[in-house]
């Protein structure tokens, strides 16, 4: 009923205004609180309110009912780190592994390349491949439709076949 209404009368849930928008972006210290306002998690965002609502957000995947997100906004880098630092210390939230590790002093976790398959030290935590050479390699083994082919005639540059054509330097040339 409540969306055949908003069909109708086409009013909004919310509006937020000019300043309500400034309020979401930024930086904010943000927790999640069970119904006894006991902390589960505490986290630091750069980007306001888009981290901790997100979807694929780790530790707020799982909201109960009666859990609620509290948000302070805060004024710079440096201020929220403090802040989310000093709220962990004083809530132990049990979602919270590690603290508060800043992404310099990040500890490097070992992998197997999904390329060559040997073991390697990531950067971040997305990384699959122990170089760009390996995932290049991966890609082409992967998607046999593209093979490297001798001289590209315009460029004199090694050039690749897709869908039977030269591609190089952008210039497409048939076979």
């Keep these: 009923m409540h969306y055949k209404r908003?069909?109708?009368?086409?009013?909004?849930d919310t509006i937020?205004?000019?300043?309500?928008?400034?309020?979401?972006?930024?930086?904010?210290?943000?927790?999640?609180?069970?119904?006894?306002?006991?902390?589960?998690?505490?986290?630091?965002?750069?980007?306001?309110v888009a981290r901790p609502?997100?979807?694929s957000h780790e530790q707020l995947k799982e909201i109960n009912p009666g859990d609620c997100l509290k948000i302070w906004k805060m004024p710079n880098y440096d201020?929220?780190?403090?802040?989310?630092?000093?709220?962990i210390e004083e809530?132990?939230?049990?979602?919270?592994?590690?603290?508060?590790?800043?992404?310099?002093?990040?500890k490097?976790?070992?992998?197997?390349?999904?390329?060559?398959?040997?073991?390697?030290?990531?950067?971040?935590?997305w990384q699959r491949f122990?170089?760009?050479?390996c995932r290049s390699r991966k890609?082409?083994?992967?998607n046999p439709r593209m093979k490297t082919k001798g001289m590209c005639p315009v460029c004199k540059e090694t050039s690749f076949i897709v869908n039977d054509r030269y591609v190089c330097c952008g210039a497409i040339i048939a076979k």
């Design 6 to 12: 908003i069909m109708k009368e086409k009013t909004p």
């Design 16 to 48: 937020y205004s000019h300043q309500e928008i400034n309020d979401l972006r930024g930086y904010i210290v943000y927790g999640l609180f069970d119904k006894n306002n006991k902390a589960l998690y505490v986290g630091m965002s750069t980007d306001g």
């Design 53 to 55: 609502i997100s979807k």
């Design 79 to 87: 201020y929220a780190v403090s802040f989310e630092k000093e709220l």
């Design 91 to 106: 809530y132990k939230p049990c979602r919270n592994k590690t603290g508060v590790v800043p992404v310099k002093d990040r």
């Design 108 to 125: 490097k976790t070992e992998a197997l390349c999904r390329g060559c398959g040997e073991e390697f030290t990531k950067k971040t935590q």
């Design 130 to 133: 122990c170089s760009s050479k």
């Design 139 to 142: 890609w082409e083994k992967d």
